[in-house]
């Protein structure tokens, strides 16, 4: 049965900007962040504490948690790797945080530089830490569908990592098609291993759009049960440790799909084309979202 409301986590202004090759203004993150919450968008990924050698666009998290003036009913989250990551985050008064892992040896040790079994322990006092400090912990488990490097993934491995994340204090995993390569039959073939084991609610949906099946994964996995979806306004995005991977999936698009099923978001869909409009045009590109571009279109 398909959920009668769905919570959009939206990743752009941490997922989306982390990849750009160009210096984004903290004034431009500002304002889309704004403009997300005042679409009704009300868990944002904003930033992450994560090493400025390997993630430079990421570089002004803490400057942009001071400067963010926050929203209420809004969550204002961000990645945290390790311990160091965690004490920036508990400095710039995140609401949330995350933690990243993977269900691929190579990918972990190019995105974060350890080994799986070594993330788990490194994310340990990371979880701990965090709730003992009254911060909810959220997982992502990547590379779910396909590897970069390894190719095929098993959904045991993925049910193993997944597993060990939420019994370690996450509260929800989200389960990340990092590479885009999902098709629709993997996806529900995976979701049927995972929720043999797990409640739907524990788990998210993340799909980025390299080969743009993720809208129709997404269909999937809502008729599995599963009720938050991240996504990325203007389908901005990407993984630098992910050669070639596109844009998550654009939240327009997820929001028009859910519009047409009935589906409650509590998302404005023409205030955050616009919100999407805005930073595109900082970045000088348009945006990936077919709904954006078509809606564009139409009025001009
Ligand atoms: P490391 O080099 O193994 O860490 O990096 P280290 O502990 O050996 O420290 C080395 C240096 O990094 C030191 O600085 C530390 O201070 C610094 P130095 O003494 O050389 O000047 N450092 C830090 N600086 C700031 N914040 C920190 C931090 N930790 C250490 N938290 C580390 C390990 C994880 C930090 C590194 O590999 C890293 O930052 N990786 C970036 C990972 C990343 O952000 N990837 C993109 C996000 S994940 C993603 O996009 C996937 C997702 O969207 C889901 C999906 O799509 O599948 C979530
Ligand atoms: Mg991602």
Same mark, same amino acid.
């Given at each position: 049965?398909?959920?009668?409301?769905?919570?959009?986590?939206?990743?752009?202004?941490?997922?989306?900007?982390?990849?750009?090759?160009?210096?984004?203004?903290?004034?431009?993150?500002?304002?889309?962040?704004?403009?997300?919450?005042?679409?009704?968008?009300?868990?944002?990924?904003?930033?992450?504490?994560?090493?400025?050698?390997?993630?430079?666009?990421?570089?002004?998290?803490?400057?942009?948690?001071?400067?963010?003036?926050?929203?209420?009913?809004?969550?204002?989250?961000?990645?945290?790797?390790?311990?160091?990551?965690?004490?920036?985050?508990?400095?710039?008064? !995140?609401?949330?945080?995350?933690?990243?892992?993977?269900?691929?040896?190579?990918?972990?040790?190019?995105?974060?530089?350890?080994?799986?079994?070594?993330?788990?322990?490194?994310?340990?006092?990371?979880?701990?830490?965090?709730?003992?400090?009254?911060?909810?912990?959220?997982?992502?488990?990547?590379?779910?569908?396909?590897?970069?490097?390894?190719?095929?993934?098993?959904?045991?491995?993925?049910?193993?990592?997944?597993?060990?994340?939420?019994?370690?204090?996450?509260?929800?995993?989200?389960?990340?098609?990092?590479?885009?390569?999902?098709?629709?039959?993997?996806?529900?073939?995976?979701?049927?291993?995972?929720?043999?084991?797990?409640?739907?609610?524990?788990?998210?949906?993340?799909?980025?759009?390299?080969?743009?099946?993720?809208?129709?994964?997404?269909?999937?996995?809502?008729?599995?049960?599963?009720? !938050?979806?991240?996504?990325?306004?203007?389908?901005?995005?990407?993984?630098?440790?992910?050669?070639?991977?596109?844009?998550?999936?654009?939240?327009?698009?997820?929001?028009?799909?859910?519009?047409?099923?009935?589906?409650?978001?509590?998302?404005?869909?023409?205030?955050? !084309?616009?919100?999407?409009?805005?930073?595109?045009?900082?970045?000088?590109?348009?945006?990936?979202?077919?709904?954006?571009?078509?809606?564009?279109?139409?009025?001009?």
């Amino acid at each position: 049965m398909l959920p009668s409301s769905v919570k959009i986590v939206e990743v752009g202004p941490r997922d989306g900007l982390q990849n750009e090759k160009q210096v984004i203004a903290l004034a431009a993150k500002l304002q889309l962040i704004d403009e997300l919450a005042a679409a009704g968008l009300t868990y944002i990924e904003a930033g992450s504490f994560v090493s400025p050698k390997w993630v430079p666009q990421m570089a002004d998290s803490q400057q942009l948690f001071q400067q963010l003036t926050k929203q209420a009913g809004v969550t204002y989250s961000a990645l945290t790797p390790n311990m160091q990551g965690l004490q920036s985050a508990l400095n710039a008064k !995140v609401d949330e945080v995350a933690i990243f892992g993977a269900a691929s040896e190579s990918f972990s040790m190019r995105n974060i530089n350890c080994s799986i079994a070594e993330s788990l322990l490194r994310f340990e006092p990371v979880i701990e830490q965090a709730a003992a400090n009254g911060l909810k912990v959220r997982g992502y488990v990547s590379c779910v569908l396909g590897c970069p490097y390894e190719g095929g993934i098993s959904p045991a491995k993925v049910l193993q990592v997944t597993q060990q994340m939420l019994a370690m204090g996450c509260y929800e995993v989200s389960l990340g098609d990092t590479v885009g390569v999902g098709t629709p039959l993997k996806t529900e073939k995976l979701l049927n291993t995972l929720l043999q084991h797990i409640s739907a609610d524990k788990l998210a949906v993340h799909f980025h759009d390299t080969y743009g099946q993720a809208l129709a994964n997404i269909l999937i996995a809502l008729q599995q049960g599963i009720s !938050v979806i991240d996504s990325s306004v203007a389908g901005l995005g990407g993984c630098p440790y992910a050669k070639g991977a596109a844009g998550n999936v654009a939240t327009e698009d997820v929001i028009y799909m859910l519009n047409g099923m009935g589906i409650e978001t509590g998302v404005n869909l023409a205030a955050l !084309v616009t919100a999407g409009q805005n930073i595109m045009r900082q970045l000088g590109r348009s945006s990936q979202s077919k709904v954006a571009q078509a809606m564009a279109a139409v009025t001009q």
